[in-house]
């Protein structure tokens, strides 16, 4: 049951479990980034940058928080309950598209092959968290964190509990990332940046 923000978020970092030692992982290692990066380049002590590296670093945890209803090796937080956790959200996306294609392909092609499709989500899941929270890859994590955002937004689209223009503005934060090259930001590819700053701009397509 949620309570407020402060104490929801306190209760998420301090729950247990490989997943969330994993996360505090990735998020000393994303402000240990930043920080380094302040200290050493005064170019990065704007507004922009500091705000940039915020912003990715907040909705990298969001994702990281999302992957945990989905856990392998069952791809659900409740492994007794049927039809719980990812396998329920391709169901509802199967009631609730926007378009009916969408809606067939759900049903007649991802939840046929539910293990393959979970084992895809929940890598890409990870990969755009880690991404965000490191400043690293940005631009293929804040493109493919778009993707999963426009499948989420037209997928629950119809459904009543759902509000659509919150998906669209992850889309926007997603699309803003990618092409910000939002880990120059106080992130890993800041310090990339730096090493090979003579020509930098023929080798970061995908950074």
Known sequence: MKTNPVFDTLEFLVSGGW????????????VATAVYNFLIDSKLHT????????????VGGMWWQQILGKLPPYYTDLPGAQD???????????????????????????????SVFA??????????????????FTRLGGA??????VNL????????????????????????????QAGRSLGVEAIFARGTSRDWGRRDEWL
């Not at 509990?161 to 998906?167: A, F, G, I, L, V």
Request: include cysteine; proline fraction near 3%.
């Open 19 to 30: 997943p969330i030692l994993f996360f505090w992982l990735l998020l000393l290692g994303g």
């Open 47 to 58: 507004a922009k940058d500091i705000s940039m590296c915020i912003a990715r670093i907040t």
């Open 84 to 114: 719980s956790g990812l396998r329920h959200l391709m169901i509802e996306m199967v009631n609730n598209a926007s378009f009916s294609i969408q809606s067939r392909f759900m049903q007649e092609i991802v939840l046929p092959r539910f």
């Open 119 to 136: 084992h895809l989500v929940y890598g890409i899941e990870v990969f755009i968290s880690a991404s965000l929270i490191l400043g690293l």
């Open 144 to 149: 493919l964190g778009a993707l999963m955002a």
């Open 153 to 180: 937004w037209l997928g629950l689209y119809r459904a009543s509990y759902e509000c659509p223009w919150m998906y669209f503005f992850l889309i926007l934060l997603q699309v803003i990332f990618t092409f910000s």
